[in-house]
């Protein structure tokens, strides 16, 4: 875990101006643990956030949580349905509407499902990993690709598992999910590709990739557990952040690896 000392007002003035000052980030699927220290981070760094999530009640304590903890930055959120193209394409609309711009969207959109063995791997299992973990990258995508590439610091953010490279029998639904999302995500960033043209791309899609995420909770939960490999959504928010520190065309396309490459 980050050793984190810095108070909220001292990270906000050592924001300043940096990569991400001034900065209007989209979260979807802000109101779980990840989505929260992602929220924080993005606002300690100057960002404008703004969150979305299916849980209303979770949401709004993650956004409340964030904008106490940051100092008072501008954190704000609202239940979207990203089952839905249309009320996403809204969200992205109105989002640079209301601030003048979108210069990320950051995907934590998640999900497990898994069986014992292959052979008992449930095709319903693969219906609601493919809405929940292919679907709203699908829509998300769509929905802010034009807003991203008018940005100069556009960034597509997808978290992506380590089970997508290297598929195990009893996960066959998830990590063919997870590999799906991946390549989709790998498509807009061969439209940023092309879109730049030969002065490179202006805006990036990339690929953070995890084993698996940890958080306080959990870790109050099984004090004697190591989670070898696990990345703490600390320390995912900091990568997250990090990306914008970074031109586009180094990250564009790209996998970041969080955790030991399979």
Do not use: C
């Not at 979305?52 to 964030?66: F, I, T």
């Amino acid at each position: 875990m980050s050793d984190r000392t810095t108070t909220a007002q001292e990270a906000k003035r050592m924001a300043g101006n940096g990569a991400l000052s001034g900065a209007v980030i989209a979260v979807a699927g802000a109101g779980g643990p990840a989505g929260r220290a992602t929220l924080l981070r993005l606002a300690e760094a100057g960002a404008t956030v703004v969150g979305a999530d299916n849980d209303p009640e979770r949401l709004a304590e993650a956004v409340d949580a964030a904008r106490y903890a940051s100092g008072g930055a501008t954190v704000t959120g609202e239940p979207v349905d990203l089952l839905d193209l249309g009320s996403t394409q809204e969200w992205a609309t109105h989002i640079e509407k209301d601030f003048g711009r979108v210069d990320g969207l950051v995907h934590l959109v998640g999900g497990w499902r898994g069986s014992e063995t292959f052979i008992k791997s449930s095709l319903d299992d693969w219906d609601f990993l493919e809405l929940l973990l292919i679907r709203t990258v699908q829509h998300t995508s769509l929905a802010f690709y034009e807003g991203l590439q008018r940005s100069e610091r556009g960034r597509y953010l997808l978290i992506s598992a380590a089970g997508a490279t290297k598929p195990t029998a009893g996960n066959a639904s998830y990590a063919a999910a997870k590999a799906a999302a991946e390549a989709w995500t790998l498509a807009l960033a061969d439209a940023f590709r092309k879109a730049g043209g030969a002065d490179g791309p202006r805006s990036a899609a990339a690929i953070l990739v995890v084993k698996a995420l940890v958080h306080e909770a959990m870790r109050a939960e099984r004090p004697n557990a190591k989670f070898a490999g696990f990345t703490d959504v600390k320390d995912l928010a900091e990568a997250i952040a990090g990306v914008w520190d970074k031109p586009a065309a180094e990250v564009n396309g790209n996998r970041l690896w969080l955790t030991e490459k399979p």
